[in-house]
Every structure is written in structure tokens, then in C-alpha cells.
């Protein structure tokens, strides 16, 4: 499958002009989850899974602080691997 699919598959559920709103039940899930390119390569629940929307909307700035966090952790050990710092 290509990930072409997945940007034709919106397009079908709205159509131009239409957009998902905010409330408004959003079927891309349960319809990628039932198509039968996208089950062969993950299982219905995994598909629901990830396009679950509730574990990173509204949390941004928590985030970023980890982001930010695990970036400058990664920096330091390839700065330390590379002999430019020592170890403290």
C-alpha cells in the first residue's frame, strides 16, 4: 500500500469545500480500518489506535519540553561519542 492511499481516502469523506469538525463524528478511522489495503499491513485496532487523536491534541507545549529534552540528551551523547566533551 502507498501512502497515496491515505491521502485519497479523506478526500472521498470530504468532499472540497467540506472539512471534519470540531465535535463532528470523524469516520476516517472506522473506514481505514475496514480497508482492506490498509489491513494488510496492521489490524483494525492498531489503525484506530493510531489515528487516535486524544493522547497529543492539547498537549503541545508538554511536547515540546520533551522533545526539546530527549534532542538535547541525544546532542550531548554525540557531542561526548565524538570526543568534544567530556563526561561529567
Known amino acids: 500500500m502507498s501512502t497515496?492511499?491515505?491521502g485519497?481516502?479523506?478526500r472521498t469523506l470530504w468532499p472540497p469545500g467540506m472539512q471534519c469538525k470540531k465535535g463532528?463524528?470523524?469516520p476516517l478511522a472506522d473506514?481505514?480500518?475496514g480497508d482492506d489495503r490498509v489491513l494488510a499491513c496492521l489490524p483494525p485496532d492498531r489503525v484506530r489506535q493510531l489515528l487516535r487523536a486524544s493522547g497529543y491534541v492539547g498537549n503541545t507545549s508538554e511536547?515540546?519540553?520533551e522533545f526539546l529534552k530527549r534532542l538535547g540528551a541525544a546532542s550531548l551523547r554525540r557531542?561526548?561519542?565524538r570526543g568534544l566533551l567530556l563526561e561529567s
Request: proline share 11%; hydrophobic share 45%.
Open 24 to 26: 463532528a463524528p470523524n
Open 4 to 6: 497515496e492511499r491515505l
Open 8 to 10: 485519497v481516502v479523506p
Open 63 to 65: 511536547r515540546r519540553a
Open 31 to 33: 473506514t481505514l480500518a
Open 79 to 81: 557531542r561526548v561519542s
